[in-house]
């Protein structure tokens, strides 16, 4: 396996099953790329850029925060050096959640952030994932310009007079949190009030260290399960079903309200019932849509229908939930800045991905667990209900997910034109803006070609487990047969 590079930065592995592919030479050189690009953006011409780098009034910052991965320390202190080399000032604030980091570039007045983390993979993975002064992830175009820096080595360093300077600020959690508390629709009150207890999994990262600040502060009494921020991930850290039975197990005996999940950086969230079943990870931000639309639709005229969007591979369910309320739904490519770039366009009210991502712009435009717990938990208590009464509010919808294997020959944008036009003219409708998925009146699915390997991915949902496999593999002998 070869080092992973996206526009969003690069992923690879350090030892492991797979082999050494993210190395500190590629660390150096990826963060010097990134360095680069900002002084690059803060000038026009290479002189200035040369002078910016070397001009102690105007050292652009960027600010460094770390998931808990065993790798996370040696990372950080490569990242941070390069950057000082780059004459960046460094605000490293420590292990921290990727949506904390991305509110630290903000209030910080920061030039950019790198969050290091490689999210829901295993333990030896790490990554370097880029974002910009806003605190959000790099465009396409962005993430294009360095690589293609990376590439040539086109690197600008400071002098020794120039070099940055680098401190500690470990007050972003709090920071974070009182972020999260002093949203609109977070009914601090209400949830109080309730007295929720809740087993959480936080899966030996950094959720093990704010989340019970947040929910201390929300009067929520907790036990943790897998809390200690060691990088030793107790399971498999990608917050699916299957990886859950110890969390599962632990609600099955009873006393609690709520079972909450994050991933390593805790941008990802799934909620399970208080009998022990899952309340659905493609329903996290259903549930949280459903509360923001439900307050937001009574409080003020709007000139058009408060506007939701997902990727096109999540639940059909937010659709349905956000024209109930009058709403009106988009989709996007998937990737979460495609998810905010479409947001921003439609001027969405929430968003976000099936996988547990919830993006409220009332917050910042990222995946932020900690906004969709609060959030989620004041919805619960205006409710009044159980998790799984809750649960059985929303659209039922099944989810299949496959893949066909190609050969390396294989020109996989010629099927996917092929399957687009073998729909078109249907009652189905079609869309083709990240793969193709085609929409029939009762199902749906979703075809994406591999970025890393020769596959395409199947996404498909309908209302039964079986109608869902059906779909999938109907189209999957369709494209079967035009190879």
Not at 22 to 50: C, E, R, W
Not at 173 to 185: A, P, S, T
Not at 237 to 245: H, I, R, S
Not at 426 to 437: F, L
């Amino acid at each position: 396996m070869s080092l992973i590079k996206s526009i969003s930065g690069i992923r690879g592995t350090i030892g492991g099953p797979t082999g050494d592919t993210l190395n500190p030479l590629d660390i150096v050189k990826f963060t010097t790329a990134y360095a680069t690009f900002i002084a690059k953006g803060l000038n026009s011409t290479s002189a200035q850029d040369t002078a910016c780098i070397n001009s102690a009034n105007t050292r652009p910052t960027i600010v460094v925060g770390r998931d808990a991965r065993i790798s996370g320390d040696m990372v950080r202190n490569v990242v941070c050096g390069t950057l000082l080399g780059c004459g960046f000032d460094v605000i490293d604030i420590g292990l921290a959640t990727t949506p904390t980091t991305e509110l630290a570039v903000k209030m910080s007045g920061s030039e950019g952030g790198i969050i290091i983390t490689a999210s829901h993979n295993p333990r030896h993975w790490n990554a370097l994932k880029l974002l910009n002064s806003e605190g959000e992830f790099l465009n396409d175009a962005e993430g294009k310009a360095v690589l293609a820096i990376a590439e040539k080595e086109d690197f600008l360093y400071a002098d020794v007079d120039h070099l940055g300077h680098y401190r500690q600020d470990d007050s972003f959690n709090r920071r974070h949190i009182e972020n999260v508390l002093n949203l609109e629709l977070v009914d601090v009150e209400a949830i109080r009030k309730a007295g929720y207890r809740v087993c959480v999994d936080s899966i030996n990262s950094v959720g093990g260290i704010i989340l019970p600040q947040l929910l201390d502060e929300l009067g929520v009494s907790y036990e943790f399960l897998f809390g200690d921020p060691t990088g030793d991930f107790a399971h498999n850290p990608e917050p699916l079903e299957k990886n859950l039975t110890a969390i599962m197990d632990k609600m099955r005996v009873g006393g609690f309200d709520l079972g909450i999940v994050v991933d390593p950086d805790v941008d990802r969230l799934a909620f399970i019932c208080e009998d022990g079943r899952m309340f659905g990870e493609e329903y996290t931000l259903v549930s949280v849509a459903d509360y923001v639309l439900s307050h937001l639709s009574p409080l003020t005229p709007h000139p058009s229908p408060l506007t939701t969007v997902s990727n096109l591979s999540s639940t059909r369910a937010l659709r349905d939930v956000t024209e109930q309320h009058g709403g009106q739904y988009a989709a996007a490519a998937v990737g979460e800045v495609n998810v905010t770039t479409k947001m921003k366009e439609v001027g969405a009210v929430i968003g976000g991905e099936g996988n547990g991502g919830v993006i409220y712009p009332a917050s910042h435009y990222g995946r932020d667990a900690l906004v969709g717990i609060a959030l989620f938990l004041s919805n619960l208590a205006h409710k009044a209900c159980k998790v799984s009464e809750l649960r059985a509010t929303y659209p039922t919808y099944f989810m299949a997910k496959n893949r066909i294997d190609l050969t390396p020959s294989t020109d996989v944008d010629a099927i996917l034109a092929k399957v687009k036009a073998r729909y078109e003219g249907t009652e189905a409708q079609v869309n083709d803006i990240d793969g193709v998925k085609i929409d029939f009146l009762d199902r749906w699915v979703h075809l994406r070609k591999s970025n890393t390997e020769p596959i395409i991915r199947v996404y498909s949902e309908a209302h039964s487990p079986e109608e869902a496999e059906a779909c999938a593999q109907e189209i999957i002998q369709l494209v079967t047969s035009m190879q």
